[in-house]
């Protein structure tokens, strides 16, 4: 299958700021698709389901991948994650772009199924800085926070296979550098004119 939309990949640890910045840039570019992934974790109290993800138990997710239901998946901070292939092939066969929020795992796995996607990694200035937000976010217990700093140092050794890495250091900047990249790399998909090169 010749696929003519775009995947645009964002990885982070958790506290990089990453979710807002992916909700500003699909503020700031509505035709951009985003993949709602598929996960065992339960629900947080500010989560819609299908819109944040689509939540399943672990028997349903196992289904899923016994049915090979997911372009990939991966199992993140002890739940299960995975991006439904129906619709990133669809929306790329109509030639409409996709963002997906997803983990250094399955961004590799991305990157090898379709070696034209765009991976974008965001981190905080520093460790830090990483775990000063962690604690601020009064989300999670100081055991989960350490657990949470451990799985960041290693996501951050993945972040060399990245095409880019955006330092979060301030939302205005850190949004700007993330808007203006993606507006080159889409724009250079329609110079192309082959949009993506990707194969399935
Ligand atoms: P959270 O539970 O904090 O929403 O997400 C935990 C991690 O799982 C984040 O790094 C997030 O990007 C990642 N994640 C969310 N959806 C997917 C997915 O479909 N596949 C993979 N591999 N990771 C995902």
Known sequence: MLSKGNLIVISAP???GKTTLRQSLRKLMSDLEYSVSMTSRSPRSSEIEGKD????????????IEENKFVEWAEVHGNLYGTPREFIEKKLKEGEDILLDIDVQGALRIKK?????LLIFICAPS???LEKRLQGRH????????????????????????????????LKDALAELEGIVRK????????GEKSGCSD
């Open 14 to 16: 958790s506290g990089a």
């Open 113 to 117: 199924q379709f070696p034209s996607a």
């Open 185 to 192: 790399y889409r724009e250079s998909g329609k110079r192309r």
């Open 53 to 64: 993800y689509c939540f399943v138990s672990r028997e349903v997710f196992k289904d899923w």
């Open 127 to 129: 460790m830090e800085a």
């Open 139 to 170: 989300s999670d217990s100081p055991e989960e926070v350490k657990k949470r700093l451990i799985t960041a140092a290693k996501e951050l050794s993945f972040s060399e296979r990245y095409d880019h890495i955006i330092i979060n250091e301030n």
